[in-house]
């Protein structure tokens, strides 16, 4: 069974367009989470929810924007796409007590690549 | 803020070597320290933990201890296999997730 998963695992697509990376996550966690690896792999944080509330946001582009339908979808809309968007993203969730949970379960990736 | 730091990659080990990959962290407070590894094409997976100071995580053969002294999690591995060909992350836990830049071992046989 498949913890954290993602959708699609690889994404190729023109500037300027919309898309959408889904993810879902069968662990009961109650926060799930959106990360960028860019080609060096720094892995950086962008988003996370909890129980539905928005708690971090790392000062990414307002062009990126993530919608949680239930505490098991964290999916992450991009609009008017750009070239510097070219990254691995993750998504993980955990349950956690407090802000960030003790441990995070990461799903394989989505490797979108901008033309 | 909080950070970690690992040592650049990449690095290149024979079959059987002994491998050790430095992580230092700055924190406040006392943070949870863990490495992830991430095998090619794979998201990351908990590789170990460490939750308070003198703990020692290990799993698969590898180890860490947390040393608050030195504010250090370096990870070892006796005698590595080709298989441990991976990126590895040192992570902080307090506040917020840091993630250290990753360590890119490559073993060959």
């Known amino acids: 069974d498949t913890a954290v998963s993602q959708t699609p695992k690889y994404l190729v697509t023109q500037m300027g367009n919309d898309k959408s990376i889904k993810c879902e996550q069968n662990?009961?966690?109650?926060?799930m989470y959106w990360y960028k690896q860019d080609s060096k792999k720094f892995l950086k944080i962008m988003f996370s929810?909890?129980?539905?509330?928005?708690?971090i946001n790392e000062t990414v582009p307002n062009r990126f924007s993530p919608k949680s339908p239930d505490k098991a979808h964290l999916n992450l809309h991009i609009n008017s796409l750009e070239l510097g968007d070219s990254a691995v993203y993750f998504c993980?969730?955990?349950?956690?007590?407090?802000?960030?949970?003790?441990?995070?379960?990461f799903g394989p990736g989505t490797r979108l690549t901008v033309l | 803020g909080n950070s970690v730091t690992q040592m650049e990659g990449p690095v290149t080990l024979s079959e059987e070597a002994f491998l050790t990959i430095n992580c230092t962290y700055t924190?406040?407070?006392?943070?949870?320290l863990f490495w992830y590894v991430q095998y090619p094409g794979e998201g990351l997976q908990l590789l170990l933990k460490?939750?308070?100071?003198?703990d020692k995580g290990s799993n698969k053969g590898f180890e860490a201890t947390y040393r608050k002294e030195t504010t250090s999690f370096h990870l070892e591995k006796g005698s590595v296999q080709v298989s441990d060909s991976a990126v590895y992350f040192c992570?902080?836990?307090?506040?917020?997730?840091?993630f250290g830049a990753g360590t890119r071992l490559t073993v060959k046989p």
């Open positions: 993980a969730s955990s349950q956690t007590t407090g802000r960030i949970g003790p441990e995070q379960f």
């Open positions: 992570a902080l836990l307090g506040n917020d997730m840091r």
């Open positions: 924190a406040t407070g006392y943070p949870s």
């Open positions: 460490a939750t308070k100071a003198d």
């Open positions: 662990l009961g966690h109650d926060t």
């Open positions: 929810y909890n129980n539905k509330e928005l708690i």
